[in-house]
């Protein structure tokens, strides 16, 4: 920060404290990570001065020779890192990406099938709560009562029964991979359009060390923010003879003009997403989480689903006798942070909850790995053995410093 100091003093020293919270406490935050220098440095870039409606070659601005360049470097960085026909980069958030999905092949009051929200899927899968749950006419699939996963063949019958027009796949609290061939074989028999949001998985993705649905759907979106460790923003890969209507969709049927900062912060995240470093830390990222499901269960908390395939720990808490929001506030006063959560067939409201969502990204990203989480497990336990007592988080608060002093956010400044 050169500027920043001398003309908003206020809102440079808040910028200040928000790098101190950042670099001292554990963020077990399944839906955050942490950008490198370079995705910030894009995305504060002298980009953020340029209008730009339109798309390369077919701007409503002059002055785009440079941003049509940098526009298009991040489309194929995107198309060539997930081995898509098509990317739009220019979504201002994954919920975006979703409304411009749906805009571009549907119409209002049309008939679609989700993973309802309380056991795994997003808002923007037509919970009521959304506008997608005003505008679509959305059914909701859940998980099986007793393995607490996908169960396909009731998700075949209801497609046979309701003959949705699209039928949405993904989830922002589901720890297990989903059968993306089985789910467009559904989609398929009955005439429907397949949509995989892959907001919280992209990065494994991207490395590969999960499998891709992009074979499969015939859309899928994402956020660049989570595992993929980029700015917050949305991208849409789909098949090129959806290309037109997908880019109509975003500009002009639900945005402006791009972010065009954003969209060069993208192109270094897609760039860095395709080295061997960040392969590794996914690696990392997939290994932790199965370990740190294992510590925990060994401790006597209920992994939903009884583990993990991705970077998540989803907890069931009544084992303990605890709630979700009292977990994540004890939790943080001792420096580790997570998020209450509901499980499916949860008696709480959203508000209380049942469940704690942990996830390794965060910590993978600095560069912690198996021999981090189990200390870190065991933290949690003490932490969560005795919620309310204030020593106990002193103490353990004082070894997460410790911990994140031999591990500090690599090259993140202050702007």
């Known amino acids: 920060m050169i500027d920043l100091p001398r ?30 220098a370079a995705v910030l440095e894009a995305l504060g870039s002298s980009f953020n001065n340029k209008t730009a409606e339109g798309y390369p070659g077919r701007r409503y601005h002059t002055g785009c020779q440079v941003a049509d360049e940098m526009e ?31 805009g571009a092949v549907l119409n209002p009051g049309d008939t679609l ?58 989830a922002s609290s589901y720890p297990r991979l989903i059968e993306y061939d089985t789910l467009r074989a559904i989609a398929d028999e009955v005439s429907a359009y397949l949509l995989v949001d892959m907001a919280h998985i992209a990065g494994l993705v991207a490395a590969r060390v999960i499998p891709s649905p992009v074979p499969y759907a015939h859309f899928v979106t994402f956020t660049t923010y989570k595992t993929l460790m980029g700015p917050h923003g949305g991208t849409i890969l789909c098949e090129p003879d959806f290309a037109k209507r997908i880019n109509r969709s975003i500009f002009p049927g639900t945005q402006g003009t791009p972010t065009l900062s954003l969209v060069a912060a993208k192109a270094v995240c897609f760039h860095l997403a395709a080295t061997a ?110 919620p309310a007592d204030p020593a106990v988080q002193l103490r353990v608060r004082e070894e997460v410093r410790a911990l994140c002093r031999r591990f500090p956010l690599r090259g993140t400044p202050g702007v």
């Open 72 to 102: 298009q470097l991040a489309v194929d960085r995107a198309k060539a890192l997930f081995g898509a026909g098509h990317a739009n980069v220019q979504p201002h958030s994954g919920v975006n990406a979703n409304l411009a999905v749906y």
């Open 7 to 36: 003309e908003d003093p206020t809102l440079a020293a808040l910028i200040d404290r928000e790098r101190e919270r950042q670099e001292t406490t554990l963020n077990l935050i399944a839906a955050e990570n942490t950008a490198p």
């Open 277 to 386: 470093s960040f392969r590794a830390t996914q690696e990392r990222t997939l290994k932790t989480a199965v370990l740190l499901a294992a510590e925990l269960s060994t401790q006597g908390y209920r992994p939903v689903t009884g583990g993990t395939d991705n970077h998540m720990v989803l907890l069931d808490l009544r084992g303990k006798g605890l709630k979700g929001d009292q977990a994540e506030t004890a939790l943080e006063a001792a420096g580790i942070l997570s998020n209450r959560n509901v499980i499916p067939f949860d008696p709480e409201t959203t508000q209380r909850a049942s469940g704690l969502r942990l996830g390794t990204p965060g910590i993978c990203t600095r560069g912690m790995g198996e021999g981090e989480v189990r200390p870190i497990a065991g933290w949690i336990d003490r932490i969560l053995s005795k």
């Open 113 to 170: 099938l989700s993973m309802k929200l309380s056991h795994g899927g997003h808002l923007s899968h037509g919970d009521p709560a959304s506008i997608t749950g005003r505008v679509y006419r959305f059914s909701h699939y859940g998980v099986n009562p007793e393995t607490e996963r996908l169960d396909y063949d009731v998700i075949r019958d209801m497609a046979r029964k309701l003959r949705p027009r699209m039928l949405v796949a993904g």
